[in-house]
């Protein structure tokens, strides 16, 4: 089932996610659906927050191969070191019709849990670390807006301020 994602304004998406404690049937299901929002939404990543849950989930995929899709999911993902450093133009499905580019680091050692509960580490890089890396933000509150400098903010603001109008009255999860 697609589920709606919510845009810049909505308070979810500047809440810290909680852990995962166990994963469950409803977890899983969680997932799947995520999975389809995200090729519904043309997107490579997308976290729980987007579409309203507070939890330590996000799905990506970095090939986005229309016949196979190679979606995976990482529950309470975590970086554990990152190096190197790569610009790249960023955009999100939460901040629909805004793109800039970030400098992030381009790998990363990550940490996670697979839909069984297994604990993997895994390094990644160029656009698998980025995709990971804009997901792992938003887990903890943050957007790709905020890693611009106050110039290019204030270029933009009048657009965000426009997606946060939009975003009130929404209902969340």
Known sequence: MSLEVLVYGDPVLRRKSQPIETVTEEIRELAADMIETMYVEEGVGLAAPQVGVSIRMLVADAEYDEE?????????PEILESWGEWKFD?????????????VRPEAIKLRYQDLDGNVHEEEMHEIWARILQHEIDHLDGKLFVDYLSPI??????????????????????
């Open 68 to 76: 196979t899709r190679p979606a995976r999911v990482f529950v309470n």
């Open 90 to 102: 960023e955009g999100c499905l939460s901040v629909p019709g805004i793109r800039a580019d970030v």
């Open 152 to 173: 290019k903010r204030s270029l933009i603001m009048k657009k965000l301020k426009a997606l946060a109008k939009e975003s009130k009255g929404r209902i969340t999860v």
